[in-house]
């Protein structure tokens, strides 16, 4: 991969060797204090928001170098695919591109990215040794053909990315338990560690200030050190995969002077082979991962007190796991397949001070509610209250 590196930045020190320099620098930041508690349980401070810094490098009217670096924090924050509840989260992405506009209607983007995700799951686990820390490492290229409305460029983009996703701090019990090694075999040291190909298309159209947007995303991971399970809790030799389908659909609408009516849309198909054996009850779960979740975001934006804007949202998340089975309190396993639901509503407040700062605050409470009663290991249901205050910028 870092040969991959190298050649691409040589490839654009190339390009812009005889360009004319321009620097056009784009900034925008929300920076917040804020509380997040899970009820029945403890609560905390901590920083929330997010930066984004790109010191776009305009070498010609063609041609275009954009570094992007992408800070987000976030308190209480879910992971779908592996239920985990994690108290804080810190995502950095970065990325360099090369941008080439073959014309008006067609342009093509070529970048390496890298991210880095520092997740804390428990209040005493040290920052940067997070057991579900992460990093990608990969390439994308896109080619977007732009269709206009009234001089608006309204984009259909294809892209692709590779990538390959690292957890340096998961080691699992297989490499290090002498007992579980041997009947192991040795394999699954790194079971999370995959290799991903994403095809992503998107299109974005405006017509008398009404916006729409759609998404699909096919991403397709390969795990080189995960197997499935045979139905007597024997691990195999076949390699576990995934294929995830994304579709989101987003729309707004506006109302009247400075009142907006939007709803976004989320449906997720994510299919797996991989599967479990509970040895304990001695229960076999095929394509254990594989679910089906749709989430529907519905908000109202509007000014009230002159410049103060107010977005109320409620975001309803069903989810549905075809093949695993929800378990009572005790461990038995019932007839029902799992199905989680997830409720929030939230109100966000946003105030000009200038051209370039506002004052932002907001508030949302979340509920989690599964027929998965078993939560001795992870937690299916539970209450998330969630506050934060401060600034936004913009240059």
């Known amino acids: 991969m870092r040969r991959y590196f190298v050649f691409f930045v040589l490839f654009i020190l190339a ?17 917040r204090l804020a509380y997040s508690s899970v009820v029945e349980s403890s609560g905390g401070y901590a920083g929330s928001g997010w930066l984004f810094f790109m010191p776009a490098m305009k070498l010609s009217e063609e041609d275009y170098i954009l570094p992007v670096f992408n800070v987000n924090i976030s308190l209480s924050e879910r992971v779908i695919e592996e239920e985990t509840l994690f108290l804080k989260r810190m995502n950095n992405l970065g990325s360099i591109a090369y941008k080439h506009k073959f014309s008006k209607e067609l342009e093509g983007k070529l970048s390496f990215d890298a991210r880095y995700n520092f997740n804390m799951e428990t209040k005493d686990e040290p920052f940067g040794k997070g057991l579900y820390d992460l990093y990608d490492l990969g390439f994308s290229g896109s080619v977007s053909f732009n269709s206009f409305y009234n001089e608006t460029s309204l984009p259909l983009t294809f892209g692709i990315k590779y990538y390959q996703r690292k957890y340096p701090n998961y080691t699992s019990l297989g490499s290090t338990n002498t007992t579980i090694a041997a009947l192991t075999g040795g394999k699954e040291a790194a079971p999370k560690d995959f290799n991903a190909v994403a095809f992503t298309v998107n299109y974005k159209t405006m017509f008398s200030q009404i916006f729409a947007e759609a998404a699909y995303n096919l991403v397709l991971k390969n795990y080189p050190d995960a197997f499935t399970r045979t139905a007597q809790g024997a691990i195999s030799d076949t390699l576990r995969a995934d294929a995830a389908h994304y579709l989101s659909l987003s729309l707004q ?24 054996f ?70 966000s407040f946003k105030y000009p001070l200038d051209k370039n700062f506002n004052a932002v605050a907001g508030m949302s409470y979340t509920t989690v509610d599964s027929n998965m009663k078993y939560q001795d ?3 299916y249901n539970f209450r998330i209250i969630s506050a934060s205050a401060g600034v936004s910028m913009s240059f």
């Open 15 to 31: 390009v812009s060797a005889k360009a004319e320099f321009k620097l056009i620098p784009i900034f925008d930041a929300d920076i």
């Open 253 to 276: 609408l506006p109302s009247a002077n400075k009142t907006f009516f939007g709803t976004d849309a989320d449906y997720t198909l994510y299919a797996s082979n991989g599967s479990i």
């Open 278 to 347: 509970d040895s304990d009850n001695l229960v076999y779960t095929d394509n254990y991962y594989s679910f089906a979740s749709l989430a529907l975001k519905p908000y109202y934006s509007f000014n009230v007190l002159g410049n103060l804007n107010t977005a109320i949202f409620y975001q309803l998340l069903v989810r549905n796991y075809g093949n695993r089975k929800a378990r009572t309190g005790g461990g038995a396993y019932t007839g029902e397949n799992q199905c989680d639901l997830e409720n929030t509503l939230g109100v």
């Open 377 to 379: 290991y992870v937690k």
